[in-house]
């Protein structure tokens, strides 16, 4: 019980100090720590609309962090989130856009499968490619980002471009206004909370039973504990490997599309920059996995807390004209302080733990039993 | 330094006595940073220009739609009294925001029609008229003949510029390439395509958006002549530099305070040209032009304000 | 397309892509180094716009480029050994450090650049140093041999990292480091110090790609390099972790941006596909290294941290 406490009580004191940092810039840029402080919590939490707010910028966050944690535990790290987002989400404007008349019913599931499928696409391919092909998938996950942006401007300002855009003459790379039977219904009105959070909540949740009730993800697991021991049970390692890519891709793919459905303005759109259209989720997704300790359920209140700062720093930057850059540049200290924090952890653990005051010998036990399970289950 | 200069007087606070309106407050929500030189920072500038009492508040670098959507809403709560969403792609979230605000003024461009909203006010520059004005100068002091362009995406005031450009110089017998580097930010990238045009014997440079900086700095290098628009552009090369197009939005914006004023509070789109003193080429003392140029230069100005040249915008 | 072909057009789309290249080849030869120790650095990008702004805003408070250089490798050799404190210190999961240090380092230089500078201001850009015999040769020469310092260490580098790697004592410990840890660690190699000096060296190569990418082009921007960094990464996937191949991979990368837009420039490149055309050279990319089809293999503890268990 005392070393999971540690586990938690560890990570969160290093956010601390992150924050501190933080509190250190923001007094060198000549503003007041406790005012910017303020102002986060007044732009993120402070009124329900703000809540609100919050929890859809935390959407596609909590989805591309359950994917991270998927990957993580198949070890395999996906930084493809900005390609599989942005997958996603095109196939599902494009089905909006082939099948507007069909009932919200109907029409909501199926640009949200669509979603799954276009991230997921995008998740295997990088692992087709190093199956068969031995292209590392460092590699080929790096050059999808890019040529998946590039794709996204040329269809946005082309053949999905937003026909009045053309009569106007403004071309902003952005579709029409797509069919409102594919909008995800506001949940609670007045608010911008909408369906798509409780798809990401539910999607957490399941990737949660995927990774620790079913086979699949006992193989996943298998596979990220010990690639030898899992090949020599018979495991397909290339193949999960790939799985897990996809998986982590689909539930990108569904931001993708969650970021489209659940715009204000109901339609694709970006400017043409890298972080136009998906901010960067796919990058902070890994942020808020990290910060989630790796488990799928913990990503969701992590998210939410990510989905904070950002909603926060815009307010930051309205009262206190301090760039909302320095909430980035906070983000990256938190992950690199809770990062390390890990080893501390374990030290403390260690050295602390050995006392054993607090029962650590049951949880050692705990964990051989486990793995024992692991390698009953991978000679069957 | 106008820009500069307006800018360091703002942070001290109002300076003008009101001469013309009441005191108002102002946001402005922009998606690039406002001193860029180039598109945000010409509002900026505009707005401070404003002979009014006026508190101002900006966001910038907010490209994210929804993030300038949260910073708009933000600026409504708070009940500023007139906001300025200056992004062409803001326009989506507008229409859901405005509605919801029904006191607020919101002003918007690059754009031509208000979307039926009548708290919204739409302005959009006729780039192509600069456009046009700077090519004919261009075509004029080139002596290979060749000029590049160095644009961003095809969109906009971009292509509207471009565009002026390029029928004004062809019409004065010069061969332009036109590049478009496919992204506003990438300044490595905007600098090798004015590399490439002189490698094709272009001797005058234009461009257009925040990464033409890079550009410029090829320009500077090479010692090749360079046309500017958005804002004034001299700062960056005050020996190369021979003109800019300079968006001065204070004339549209003091009418649609006066309407808001008088009790009318949008549903007008707003256009800033050469002849109602909106755009402005701002030549460079630097440079020096023949008297020749120049007043081809002025003949244009003169033709497109009285209606007799088309820009082929 | 004939007008591509004349000398003049090829030989400017020559020395354009050795330009490109060179901020790519500098991080990404450094990053070979680091990740043959077996650390993997994916925050590359942020580091070179560390160093990117720190070394603009030296020469624009004191226009003196050298100073400029040694502060872009002052930041990167922070950097190193803040990312070698990270990774062997506290044995930080390496892909998840690496995307931290990027979103530091790409919040870190926005913010100072807007409070400490805000409008672009040019300043003075490398200067070409002309290799005299060199420089004449007919086609190569001026590509090749008209560059800046920057660009000549880059590629001197190639030979050098070569060397490093294959002929000396230090060179024998990165690989094995890489290769088998624990059979290192029980020959007396101390794994951590040579991954340490490995990270440092590879943070301070990337210290002068920025350097190298921002006084080639004399102005800093917010997020100048664009992913540039990470593009460097894959570069060292793609050169198979040799000093050869990473250089190929540059040179290629570089050549197929110059191309395109020296396509575009003359047109035969319509504006109409202008974005597709700017997914060429990661097409190219992956597709040459499809073509190429070898099976390489990492260095067999990339990533995996060293505890002595």
Redesign the interface.
Known sequence: MFNKLLGGLVPFLAALVAFAFGAI?LVA?GANPLEGLEAIFDGSVGSGERIAATAVKATPLILVGAGITIAFRTNV?N?GGESQIIGGALLSTIVALGFPGLPAFILVPLVIIAGAIGGGILGAIPGA?KAY????E???T??????MV??M??LL??PLIDPYELEAGTRIPQTERLSDNAALPTIIEGTRFHLGVLIAVAAAIVAYIILWRTPVGFRLRAVGHSPKAARAAGINVKRNITLALAISGSLAGIAGAILVFGSEGQRMVTDGS?AGFTSSAG?NG??AA?FGGLHPLWTIPSAFLFGALLTGATQLQRVLQV?S????????????FV??????RSWLQTTLGNTNLFGEEEEEEEEEAEEEEVEEEAST | ML??LALGAAACGSDDSSGGGGALTMAIVAPS?S???AFS?SMVDSVNALERDITLQVTD?TFIVEDAAAAIRGYAEDGVDVIVAHGTQFGASLAEIAPDFPDTTFIWGTATDTQGLDNVFAYAPAADEGGYVNGVVAAAISETGVI?VVGP??AGDAVAYINGFVTAAEAGGATV???????F?????A???A??????NADVLTGTA??V??A??VA??AGVPWFGTQSNQT???PNLVVASQVYHWEFILEEMLELRDNGTKGGQAFEINLANGGLIIEFNDGFDLSDDVKAAAEAAIEGIKDGSIDTGA | MS?FFTS??L???F??AI??ATPYLLASLGETIGQRSGV?N?GVD?VMLLSAFFSYWTVLETGNLWLAVVVALAVGIIMGV?YG??TV?????Q???G??????????S??MF??QV?????VQ?LPSVEIPALADIPYIGEPLFQRSLLTYLAFALVPLTFLLLNKTTFGLNIRSVGENPQAADSLGVSVERTRFAAIMIGNSLAGLAGAA?VL????F????T???G??A???V??GAWRPLGVMGGALLYGLV??TV??W????IIP?????????A???V??GA??LL????N?PSALTKPFSRH
């Not at chain 1, 850059?325 to 690199?336: D, Q, T, Y």
């Not at chain 3, 575009?264 to 047109?267: A, D, I, V």
């Not at chain 3, 089809?293 to 390489?296: G, Q, T």
């Open positions: 810039m840029l790290v930084i490619l092909a031995s292209v590392n460092i590699l080929s790096i050059m999808l980002n890019l040529m590039q794709f401007n040329y300002r082309g890298a990058f890994i942020v990290l760039p850059s320095l909430a980035v540049a906070l983000n990256g200290i938190i992950v690199i990062i390390s924090s890990s080893r501390v | 820009g500069v940073a001193d860029d030189l920072q670098g590049g995406v095809e390439n036109v590049t478009y580097t496919g992204s930010g990438d300044v490595a990238l600098a090798e395509a590399e490439a045009h002189l490698a094709n925040q990464m900086v890079g410029v700095g500077s290098d700062s960056l090369d | 007008d003049s057009v030989v400017a789309t020395a354009s330009r490109l993997l994916l942020g803040l404190v990270i210190f506290f044995e930080a999961t892909g998840i450090s995307i931290g240090i990027f979103i530091f380092g790409l919040g870190f926005d913010l807007r409070q805000g409008t672009p201001k040019p850009r990418l080639q082009l004399g102005i921007q917010p997020n100048l664009q992913g540039m990470f593009i990464v894959a570069l996937y793609f941006n110059a837009l020296q575009k420039s003359l047109g504006v109409s596909i202008s974005d597709l055309a700017g997914m050279p990661a097409i990319t992956i290294l499809i089809a070898r099976r390489v990492a």
